[in-house]
């Protein structure tokens, strides 16, 4: 089954880096969705099928953070999948993520970073 | 060489190698030393230390840092300036636990472009220097707000 990904970043560059290592890591991705941030993305969730929910922090508007509270808080979109990733180094905050039961990607990530996020994220054996 | 230099060396090669596929070279040759300037793009950070870090390219690479990043895609000006842009805030983002501890939150603001170094601090607190490809170079600075 294809995954319908959102990518949540307000760099332009950096969304088109996580698309192209997502379709490179060989997962089925189906549709794939961008904001610049999280008010941008609740939008989309609003509105579309998304399997998986790629995350920034330091974002304008909406953070990171701020989204994945409102990803909890709404019926419709308190099960879905998110990974955060961000250049976020603060062992409080990057806790903070792990207990919302995001997963957490370092930037600057590897290919094989981001694909063995995505499958334990999604349940799927490495 | 202070700690802070080294560290702002480590972190600035990593990201380079990482993020941009690029292969820093500690020594600098005359024809990247005399290379003229492409961008400059600032990131301020605020928490237990205030500052900024500001990196800049020069040598033309411009379009080939988009596409190292993009793959095989130059981009605009503007997507090529977007990519110097997170080039310079992944180097902030690492290097802020790495001089402020673990602990420590900062907030990094989005980042900037710059015309002239900044004035009020004219001597950076550290500074390092990485010959790329055959002709290019890039500069990444770290500036302490004055106490």
Known sequence: MSLNVLVTDDSAVMRAMIVKTLRMSGLDIGEVWHAGNGVEALAVLESQWVDLALVDINMPVMNGLELLAEIGNRPSTAGLRTIVISTEGSDPRIAQVRASG????HKPFTPEDL?????R?????? | MTDH????GDVTALTLETLCFFCPEVEVSELQDAATVDGTMSVRF????????????CGGLLPLFASNMLG???GDYHMQ????AEVTNVICGNLMPLIGGAEAAFVLRAPQPVIDLPGAAPHPTALVRFG???????????YFDPT
């Open chain 2, 72 to 74: 095989d895609v130059d």
């Open chain 2, 5 to 8: 230099t080294a560290t702002l």
């Open chain 2, 81 to 84: 300036r977007d990519a110097l």
């Open chain 2, 46 to 57: 605020e928490g237990p230390l205030t500052g900024r870090v500001v990196v800049r390219l």
């Open chain 1, 102 to 105: 995001a997963e957490f990607v």
């Open chain 2, 132 to 142: 790329l490809e055959e002709s290019g170079r890039v500069d990444v600075m770290l």
């Open chain 1, 121 to 126: 994220v999604m349940g799927v054996a490495a």
């Open chain 1, 115 to 119: 694909r063995d996020a995505v499958k």
